[in-house]
């Protein structure tokens, strides 16, 4: 382009997941537009630990021009189908929260009303006895979704990788494609007196990076957007107690691969279980105000099913996010920004969401419009807000009352948000509408059923079919559902049928 | 463990247009059991969702899914299609354009039309090139409706029906006795309050009165039910819409064209919707007009004309009343985004049917959904006006909504904000904004892609078009056939 002006140089601060996704996204995506430089130190470690992701993982690989199964080599990564909750609602009791839907809408009455009617007349089987998702995975089997509207097509799927090789991953690919990295610690940030613009950032070293455009990706430090420019912190901590992880490694128990993360609800927290090619990852996730580290590090090892291969490691994690992630000319992506505890996988959404925006937002002359910053900023609050509610939804709908952890989260005030959404849930067995961010109907009504939260009342169109005829159509379903699970190959054999996913043995 | 909830024994549907008998039929058919009745007539020219002789594309997949067949609108009720509208005299520029339904392009090809589109164009250059499939297949005047269930090279192109609104009702009423739907006419007197905000019932002149669960206010602007409602509140959008007289022409001679026009005008906007039953023109001034002066721009003899207050109901649903269409909401007829409005929002109280007891929640949410349906029209009529051209007509006004970004996102960087239940989808406002004399703004990955990737999608889509026009025959030849009488099939 002869009349491009002369490209934006964005610095990117911090060599973690967020940093590495966010300099490849921008080099690739607006060449010539950005020069992308990254400011990181060996002396300080990424938080990134096994982590599970959500199918739109797989648009932001594809829109990078990266191969699936070189992406899936070199991250360890396995194929993810949803997750497992267990022990959430009560005790004993698990459900699996699908990429996918359960059934679908008859006569425009959602299936979730027709499956409540039978459940009245003690005729339904698990609802996710009528997802292709949940069933596949309840069976270890998988093949991508087919094209189309059939059952085949009916649900998406994401990886299970280990994100310690997703950041170094993105880094090659972001310096292959012109990337500059700069090895050092920052000391100082240079800002314009008159603006109050980042400037440039010094390292210990005396070196000076110049730059338009600041990405703060330094983590929980968020060394430009919180230190620097002092955005505010909106703590979230009293909705989502957790604030602690010990995560340790240990090998796979079992022969069988799952295609599904599991969470394990724990006496102050929950416990994931990711399963990656060669090992297990496996974490507590806590609140230290109702255990201690040491307590939260021996409960790991006593539950990991696998040999470890690691001592447990605690991560420190606080719930909330800063007012704006735009300041200035400051933009924080991933914790920086904000964290949410992985309970449902958004880390790596949430800094894919604000990565897509700033380029879709991107100040290509150099100069940041405010309305450009407007509108970042309300999008990603919208995002982080119905995240926030959902996972607290996780916490809420439970009959626990075997710990002080479960007993504050039952009983607590949920944001009122959430509040609305639960009595239309309770009152009429009716989801919220919205087409914009994450998690969509079939999410809610995975969590709401899962963890035993029935409505009190349902559509009374379900009520309109003969019970027997009902069974006899869902029964249909199921037999359908069924019969495409049995022809769908184990998800190892599947894994495995492409040397080229495969990573070599650890 | 959940029950069912009791279900409404009786709804009455008041008013008996076009929108009120499709209300009866839609809610006859999600719950058999409960008698429905329909009272009162059609509510006149003023209730621009009854009056209206076309839908958008949202109404087809209504139809389809309420039994009311596509094929019989085009043999009984002189059915049409319109593939696409054309804008005169909005865009400064003198540039005429035209808006498809549907959201088919890919972003490459997005990106090469908004280049063309944003070029200055020298005198005598001629228009920049279709933008779309139906555009294509308008300007050839080749179309039949492509056959569901099979891809064919035209199945990507979306479209709306056009009828005549007396024959439409009339074949809707038939659906309706075959469903067993009730029908009292006359003439609601008197509105007897129950418990709560509910209505216990409704008196008609000199028949005595009528007891339901659920009251449906398809009566027009006039908002027979609703607007008796203590509870009852409206929200003036005259500061944003300028429109305030309405004048309906006399359908002239019939026209067959898959295209239907909106041309702004000295005076004000005219809308021409073509029918086979005749020309339909409508005129929309900020001022009174002389008569003859307003006939002249109608092209047709004036039948009447009609004073416009804009606005909407604060809450279209209060107690165990639902207002639909006019009822709900008033403002100009620029385009056919009274009776989408309409049947979006029976779309939305089917799936939200409430048992006969209503609890708030459900209305609070039916509420957030049809006020941010009636706000989106509220927007996009308001972008009309907001063109330089339409504020030397109408004056400048301010823009509702997020209005301000979304003009100021469109020029800067070819970007539409996403908002909830808009009457247009991103693309369909994409080609709005450009008919109305915005230019799009590259979006900044645009600016970096490689002109090979816009290369080829133009290439592609040429090649679309040279397939959809093979396979589309001349419009007009197969609407006679269509239309020949079955009489000797084979």
Redesign the interface.
Known sequence: MGDAPKPVRVVVLGGGTAGWMTAAGIAKLLPGIASVQLVESEEIGIVGVGEATLPHIRGFVEKLGIDEAAFMKATHATYKLGIDFRDFGRIGESYIHPFGSFGEEVQGVGFHHWWLELARHGMAREIGDYSLAVAAAKANRFRPPAQGDGLASTFGYAYQFDATLFGPFMRDFAREIGVERHEGRVVSVERDAQSGDVVALSLADGRRVVGDLFVDCSGFRSILLGQELGEAWEDWTHWLPCDRAAAMPCTHATPDLRPYTTATAMPAGWRWQIPLQHRMGNGYVFSSAHITEEQACDAIIAAAEGTPLADPRILKFRPGRRARSWSHNVIGVGLASGFLEPLESTSIYLAQMAITYLIELFPTGGTVDPRDRDEFNRLVDMEYVRVRDFLILHYHATTRDDSEFWNHVRMMQVPDSLAGKLELWRRAGRIEKYSDGLFYDASWIAVYVGQGMLPEAHDPRAAMIAPDALQRATERLRMAVAGEVATMPGHRDYLMREAARLAEAA | ????????RRIVVAGGGQLGILAAIALRR????CEVVVVGGDPGPAAFADASPTAMPFTNKLHD?LGVEEAAIVTRAGGSYRLVTRYVGWDESGQDAVVAYGEALDPALKTAFARDWGRVRLPGEGAPPAGSLAEVLASAARFAPPPPGEPTPISAVDYALRWNPAAYRDLLIATAESLGIGYVAGVIDRIEPGEGDNLRAIGIAGQGEIAADLFIDCTGPQAALLASHPRFAFTDWSATLPTRHVYIGEPTAPVIALEDRLTLTRAGWVSEVAGLDGRRAMLGTPAPLPRAEAEALLGARALGAVALTPGRVEAPWIGNVVALGDASARFEPLGPLHLDLAHRQLALL??????RAI?P??R??YNR?SVLMMEGVHEILALHFASAPAQTVFGARPLPGRLV?VI??FE??G?I??R?ELPLLSQEQFALLVALGWTPGL???A??ADAAGEARARAAFAAEAEAALAFAPPYDQWLARALQPRANPG
Not at chain 2, 350 to 355: A, S
């Open positions: 463990m959940s029950a069912p909830r009791e279900p409404l999600a719950l058999p059991s899914r089917v799936e939200m049917l409430p048992g609890t929640l459900e609070d949410e959904r970004a100021d996102q800067r960087r970007r904000p996403f909830e979006p900044p990955a600016l970096a």
